[in-house]
Each structure stands twice: as C-alpha cells, then as structure tokens.
C-alpha cells in the first residue's frame, strides 16, 4: 500500500481496503493505537497515546503522516 507524505496512514489504509479500528481519528482516544515495526512517522496526536507507548514503538496511524517505508503490526 503507498501513502502519500501528506496523508495520514490510517486515511490511506482505509481507502486501500483495509480494516484497522478507529474510533475519533483525530489522536485523541487511542482506539487506533498500533506498532511500528519499522520506519518513522510525523504523529500530532491530542492525548490518545502516552510518552511511553511511544517509546515502546507505538503511533496512532489516525494522526501520523509517513517520514519513511512504514511496517506495523495491529
């Protein structure tokens, strides 16, 4: 699947057909909440993921716009 840099990854995955829960889209519940594997992201999220989880490699693909090749895990 190809995501535009100036797309976020969830918007993307949604019109490639694939399914990831999601619940406000905007960073802020963290129903979204997934790991990445691989690659870095630009994520502007509003309180839905803590400092920790994303040190742990977690994004929230709702709000997080690709800075590489990506590879997560749900």
């Not at 993307?12 to 960073?27: F, I, Y």
């Not at 129903?31 to 594997?37: G, N």
Request: glycine share 10%; net charge positive.
């Amino acid at each position: 699947m190809r995501v535009r840099g100036d797309e976020f990854v969830l918007k993307s995955a949604r019109e490639a057909g694939l399914r990831l829960p999601a619940s406000c889209t905007t960073g802020l519940c963290g129903t979204c909440k997934s790991k990445l594997l691989s690659g870095t992201v630009d994520m502007k999220h509003q309180g839905g993921i803590r400092q920790r989880e994303i040190d742990a490699g977690f994004f929230l693909p709702c709000c997080s716009k690709p800075l590489s090749d990506l590879v997560l895990d749900r």
